[in-house]
């Protein structure tokens, strides 16, 4: 168990700290822009903003569904435009050990930002109440993060970061057609995705070995 550590910590020394934290800078930062605007401006009542920031929390559980299994698994083309983050889902799903690239980059995850954050100020008609909610959005994203991150490269063993480990692992090593949700098990649950297929259900408990 200490070699496995040693060795696992040996290899987090070689990832690159700028790429893995320069989204995490960047939508902290905006998101700190737009709180310090808000507060020179009419800002929505604190039930509004909290009921804002669930709500956004919830849709990040929704976005992370749709684009894992539909966007991020699509058959590439062998030649000519795939969608941003395909191939390089695709790569994590053939190594995850891998260290390059360990979190979304920016070009991948500031397009669907900026259409999120421009729809949601044109349902509420309110950049202040848009804020809110992306900021719900940006708290899913980061816990994902986390969690896709503990799930191959951390050492973490609360409860929480064993679960959903586990749970992420079941879609990587048991069927990559089942368990896309990464920080909720909801929308595999709504999409019929949750389930295990019985007979094989004895052989998922031995998925931790594949990541040691
Ligand atoms: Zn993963
Ligand atoms: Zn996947």
Redesign the pocket.
């Known amino acids: 168990m200490g070699s496995t550590k040693q060795t696992r910590l040996e290899r987090n020394r070689q990832i690159n700290r700028w790429q893995l934290w320069r989204p995490f800078l960047f939508y902290t930062v905006a998101l700190c822009c737009l709180h310090v605007a808000i507060l020179n401006s009419v800002a929505p009542s604190l039930p509004a903003a909290v009921a804002l920031v669930a709500g956004g929390l919830l849709s990040w559980g929704l976005v992370e569904y749709v684009v894992h299994r539909w966007v991020l698994h699509r058959v590439p083309r062998a030649v000519g435009f795939n969608l941003p983050g395909n191939l390089t889902h695709l790569k994590?799903h053939e190594n995850?050990l891998r260290l390059e690239r360990l979190t979304v980059q920016l070009n991948e995850s500031l397009p669907i930002c900026l259409v999120y954050f421009l729809l949601a100020w044109a349902i509420s008609g309110s950049w202040q109440s848009a804020t809110y909610v992306f900021t719900g959005l940006i708290a899913g994203y980061f816990f994902y993060e986390y969690l896709?991150f503990q799930?191959?490269h951390g050492t973490s063993q609360s409860p929480l970061a064993r679960y959903f480990r586990r749970y992420?692992l079941l879609h990587?090593h048991y069927d990559a057609s089942v368990r896309y949700g990464v920080t909720s098990p909801l929308f595999d649950y709504l999409f019929g995705t949750f389930e295990l297929e019985q007979k094989n259900r004895r052989a998922t408990v031995q998925l931790r070995k594949g990541e040691s």
Request: proline share 14%; aromatic share 0%; no cysteine.
């Open positions: 994590h995850p896709d799930a191959h992420h990587h």
